[in-house]
């Protein structure tokens, strides 16, 4: 069934489609939610239609389900972070190895001390996000348990999309976040790329292709030790970032492996610049 809605000056066309799976206990109909094509450069908020989308995902979020996102990267699966059920069910629709952790996505940089015990200046953060770079700090007590149980530490990333920051401020929780993919595929920057998974996901949101679609995914940089970082996955900003930690704020290069990462990274297999990615990242 195919509904168009009317939202102010804007219009956006939900698909609903039912699916029924062999491994879920009873059938998941999943919503195809398109938002408008951008009239302008760069995603927004405040695009009519984001309101109706907006409300239906949340909804989904709440009921402790899975949904696919766009962000300024790559498409991207999301549940809410405190939600022990919702984290396992994404493992489970990607085959994901239970030693990979999941980043948190969040709306503001204030959240971020919330859940993370930050170690760098405010402006540093100010910097960097929003943007496509994933920042890994200690984590905080107040973050599931359940999340990332293996390690100490959390990935963190506010994207450059507005939809996709509001949806966190909505939620008013952190949303569990990793790429829309099968593990050991590549990272998908359409809807359509990751159709597979649909079944599986109370809604998807389809923001058209995602930006220049090189399908690096964001630069993920540990920020644990006080003066020091490490770039765990180069990404598609290691040049600007690795300048920014160095000139601006003059941090160090850890070499040493006694960040605590070393498990993390046995783990973990990580993709290297230029290579064909496992998958999107852990982070």
């Not at 919330?114 to 910097?127: G, T």
């Not at 348990?145 to 929780?173: A, S, Y």
């Not at 070499?255 to 993390?264: A, H, I, Q, R, S």
Request: neutral net charge; hydrophobic residues 40%.
């Amino acid at each position: 069934m195919k509904v168009v809605v009317h939202a102010g000056k804007g219009v956006f066309k939900l698909m609903r489609s039912a699916y029924s799976s062999t491994a879920m206990c009873k059938e998941l109909k999943t919503n195809l939610l398109r938002l408008l094509p951008h009239t302008f450069n760069g995603p927004s908020a405040d695009r009519p239609d984001g309101a109706e989308v907006l409300t239906a995902t949340v909804k989904a979020l709440k009921e402790g389900l899975v949904v696919a996102v766009p962000t300024d990267t790559i498409y991207g699966l999301a549940c809410l972070a405190q939600h022990r059920d919702a984290i396992r069910t994404v493992y489970d629709i990607k085959g994901r190895n239970g030693q990979k952790p999941l980043a948190i996505c969040v709306g503001e940089i204030q959240e971020i001390y919330k859940y993370c015990k930050v170690k760098v200046k405010e402006e540093l953060l100010a910097d960097l996000l929003p943007g496509p770079v994933t920042l890994v700090f200690e984590r905080s007590e107040v973050l599931n348990k359940d999340l990332n149980p293996f390690t100490p530490l959390v990935g963190v990333r506010i994207p450059n999309h507005g939809f996709l920051r509001r949806l966190c401020q909505m939620c008013e929780e952190p949303l569990a976040l990793t790429s829309a993919n099968m593990s050991s595929h590549t990272s998908t920057v359409a809807v359509h790329e990751f159709r597979e998974l649909w079944p599986r996901l109370a809604v998807v949101v389809d923001d058209g292709p995602i930006g220049d679609q090189n399908r690096l995914g964001s630069t993920v940089v540990d920020l644990s030790v006080l003066g020091r970082y490490r770039v765990i996955r180069p990404g598609c900003a290691l040049a600007s970032t690795v300048d920014l930690l160095q000139r601006k704020y003059g941090l160090c290069e850890d070499t040493t492996g006694l960040n605590g990462m070393d498990d993390l990274l046995n783990s973990t297999r990580f993709i290297a610049q230029n290579e064909e990615p496992e998958e999107e990242a852990p982070f």
